[in-house]
Nanobody, 126 residues
Framework: QVQLVESGGGGVQAGGSLRLSCAAS????????MAWFRQAPGKEREFVAS????????YYRDSVKGRFTISRDNAKSTVYLQMNSLKPEDTAVYYC???????????????????WGQGTQVTVSS
């Protein structure tokens, strides 16, 4: 089992920044690729970004490229999402997820992520 706890959400004006954190406990964190997803009210959950075991490989949805950065610290069993130049359309509940990966790759949205956090709300006002 892997337990995931997100933090760092909140309210910010458009153009501002937030950094989300996801602390993991349980099985060996470095065996899992990690990802962030989000779900806005009335919409389907969507993939945001992922990072491989080592942190050396990342993958982003097009709408956040150049604005968001995913990273991880395996010594702290934590994954981060630095969000800059935030837009109102980034408003959503953000979830982190873990994928047990056989290879050091950043998985995309179609993979089966086995573990999820409870989510943290991000609200961007115009």
């Amino acid at each position: 089992q892997v337990q995931l706890v997100e933090s760092g959400g909140g309210g910010v004006q458009a153009g501002g920044s937030l950094r989300l954190s996801c602390a993991a406990s349980g099985r060996t964190f470095s065996s899992y690729a990690m990802a962030w997803f989000r779900q806005a009210p009335g919409k389907e959950r969507e993939f945001v970004a992922s990072v491989s075991w080592s942190g050396g490989s990342t993958y982003y949805r097009d709408s956040v490229k150049g604005r968001f950065t995913i990273s991880r610290d395996n010594a702290k069993s934590t994954v981060y999402l630095q969000m800059n130049s935030l837009k109102p359309e980034d408003t959503a509940v953000y979830y982190c997820a873990a994928y047990y990966a056989d290879y050091d790759v950043a998985p995309g949205p179609g993979y089966e992520y086995g573990y999820w956090g409870q989510g943290t709300q991000v609200t961007v006002s115009s």
